[in-house]
DNA sequence: TTCCAATGGTCAATCACTTTGACGATCGGA
DNA sequence: TCCGATCGTCAAAGTGATTGACCATTGGAA
């Protein structure tokens, strides 16, 4: 039985989530960041050592091709990714990182870190490495060895 | 820096609170609730003790009266709370849970009991009450001892 | 070599759900 | 008895996703 100060840990999570991605977009914002929409991360993440495609992307999001593109289309707007021409298969139009984007990759990992030192100060770093360890684990062994995908909008 | 091993808190805790809502209504599903919807859980709570109002649950989620509001008209439509009169103040429409109502609840809380039960097999009892404390010390410390309000949709 | 099922991707329409804005009814202190 | 503040709803607009149809390219099989 949960109470107000035990909550289930589904709740934990959400709250727990929301509160980082909060904290990252405000950090963003005062450092002129200002069109920096929650779902750009994880295109920055997946391009970030080789381009991608949208269906991998659509994939790792657990969304559509479509709701993948379009969030490609936005991201190019703003100057972050690009479309690129692939080698070997003409179907294909990876989306590579701009030197922009990785400059904003670059300013997301800075802040996480930053947030999560401040998580260390208040819990310990060892059990801030500890709840990462512990999570990772319980995910790999709910979804069969893989991370599961997080889709950006719920 | 995050890796593919190691990725940043937030992207973990969104996976995970994901991992437990997906569980949680497979399961419902499973046990003929067909119609619950994930935003509901947050209303059962909010008026298990006592019934609520929509001022109070807005506030609660972080989303508008509005919003609150068509979530209560839908819920009502589904037969688990229902809209009662205030004694005092004729503004308010106290949304208050009906007795299906009152059962979903109960079934929700089995599953999370059941859910967390998974994760102690995986991690072990005492870790994931850990979890669930270092969770709660931190969401406290950031917002000022209050646990911050969780909106349903991202 | 030719064919064709599978794949990467887009366009268009629709849907689910939220916010913004305006508003009526009620409350409670000055 | 006012009148600002609060509870709640209606209506319109916006955001962002999905469904469905479709085209171009690929690569293996006949």
Do not use: N
């Not at 107000?4 to 980082?20: G, H, K, N």
């Not at 298969?89 to 701009?98: C, K």
């Not at 801030?128 to 979804?143: I, P």
């Amino acid at each position: 039985m949960s109470t107000a100060s035990d909550p289930p840990l589904a709740r934990l999570f959400a709250m727990a989530y929301r509160t980082l991605i909060d904290d990252l977009h405000a950090a963003l914002r005062r450092r002129g960041w200002a069109d920096v929409r929650p779902a750009f991360g994880f295109v920055l993440l997946a391009a970030r050592d080789q381009p991608t495609t949208v269906t991998g992307l659509a994939s790792l999001m657990g969304t559509t091709k479509q709701a993948a593109s379009k969030l490609v289309d936005t991201m190019v707007a703003a100057g972050y990714v690009e479309r690129v021409d692939h080698d070997a298969d003409g179907r294909q139009r990876p989306v590579a990182l701009t030197s922009r984007g990785q400059a904003l990759l670059a300013t997301v990992e800075s802040i996480y870190g930053e947030l999560e030192q401040g998580w260390a100060d208040v819990l310990g770093a060892a059990r801030v490495e500890r709840l990462r360890r512990d999570l990772v684990r319980v995910l790999l062994d709910r979804h069969g060895g893989e991370l599961p995908p997080v889709r950006p909008t719920w």
